[in-house]
């Protein structure tokens, strides 16, 4: 089974900047698209921003030109470099993956456990 594990989230005062990173683990595995959500209180969990094998990426408009998202192939992790934060941007981001096993080639789609990010004002 693959497994996500975020790391990163924290507090931070608006106007400053957090890294986010995922890792992957498993075995006999590739992974297609990788990407982070997030979910604020109270609301649906949105997409922030996805990034292909091919780094091909898109990001929601609210972050447009504050996040970046970068992966590592080889190493299965994706990061999601984040600055400017403002309060909106409070919430519990969640690393997403999907791809096949190698075996059997059978679709997956994993989730991390959630890192939550807060933003004072």
């Known amino acids: 089974q693959v497994q996500l594990v975020e790391s990163g989230g924290g507090l931070v005062q608006a106007g400053g900047s957090l890294r986010l990173s995922c890792a992957a683990s498993g075995s006999a595995f590739s992974i297609n698209v990788m990407a982070w959500y997030r979910q604020a209180p109270g609301k649906q969990r949105e997409l922030v921003a996805v990034i292909t094998t091919g780094g091909s990426t898109n990001y929601a408009d609210s972050v447009k030109g504050r996040f970046t998202i970068s992966r590592d192939n080889a190493k299965n992790t994706v990061t999601l470099q984040m600055n400017s934060l403002n309060p909106e941007d409070t919430a519990v981001y969640y690393c997403?993956?999907?791809?096949?096993?190698?075996?059997?080639?059978?679709?997956?789609?994993?989730w991390g456990q959630g890192t939550l990010v807060t933003v004072s004002s």
């Open positions: 997403y993956a999907d791809g096949r096993y190698s075996d059997d080639y059978r679709y997956f789609e994993v």
